[in-house]
T-cell receptor, first 115, second 107 residues
């Protein structure tokens, strides 16, 4: 079956702009989590959606938001972009939002560069 | 919040040698997962440990969960060039990731 699909793969934006990233989970998976990966901070949890509801949230400012649709596809939005938002944004899908006994499958990521 | 620390940050290994990477937490963990990320790639799930003292093996990889469920280790024997990458541990429902151990193999 198809894996986790993230679009676009690469993106260049200017400071102050906003951006929307998309993630299509593995068929049948209802949980989608988003992570930010940077060389300095590593992999940091942004938020998780399950059945169209945000279930968990990391320590990121309100400029970072997301949503999930009825088909489990998820979008992540970052408004008023800052240089420090440049990162690889990874989406992971899993069967359930409780990670005990369930593995996360990651997409290839979207590489965002803010100039 | 839950934090997991990984050591070492970098591991230079001669091909054929063994090495171990460690994951430590100040709090008791409900579970620990390990992922591998190849250069330019995305994290790929390796294994999950749930029980105190649990040991699981995957070919040359041995994973262990501490008795107090506060630490875990990944031991790789006879390192190969295919082992190059960053190994992450992750814990909890939000999958809090450790900083990772970046493994470089010298042929």
């Amino acid at each position: 079956k198809a894996g986790v699909t993230q679009t676009p793969r690469y993106l260049i934006k200017t400071r102050g702009q906003q951006v929307t990233l998309s993630c299509s989970p593995i068929s049948g998976h209802r949980s989608v989590s988003w992570y930010q990966q940077t060389p300095g901070q590593g992999l940091q949890f942004l938020f998780e959606y399950f059945s169209e509801t945000q279930r968990n949230k990391g320590n990121f400012p309100g400029r970072f938001s997301g949503r999930q649709f009825s088909n489990s596809r998820s979008e992540m939005n970052v408004s008023t972009l800052e240089l420090g938002d440049s990162a690889l944004y990874l989406c992971a899908s899993s069967l359930a939002f409780q990670k005990l006994n369930t593995e996360a499958f990651f997409g290839q990521g979207t590489r965002l560069t803010v100039v | 919040g839950q934090q997991v620390m990984q050591i070492p940050q970098y591991q230079h290994v001669q091909e054929g040698e063994d090495f171990t990477t460690y994951c430590n937490s100040s709090t008791t963990l409900s579970n620990i997962q390990w992922y591998k990320q190849r250069p330019g790639g995305h994290p790929v799930f390796l294994i999950q440990l749930v029980k105190s003292g649990e040991v699981k093996k995957q070919k040359r990889l041995t994973f262990q969960f501490g008795e107090a469920k506060k630490n875990s280790s990944l031991h790789i024997t006879a390192t190969q060039t295919t082992d190059v990458g960053t190994y992450f541990c992750a814990a909890g429902n939000k999958l809090t990731f450790g900083g990772g151990t970046r493994v470089l193999v010298k042929p």
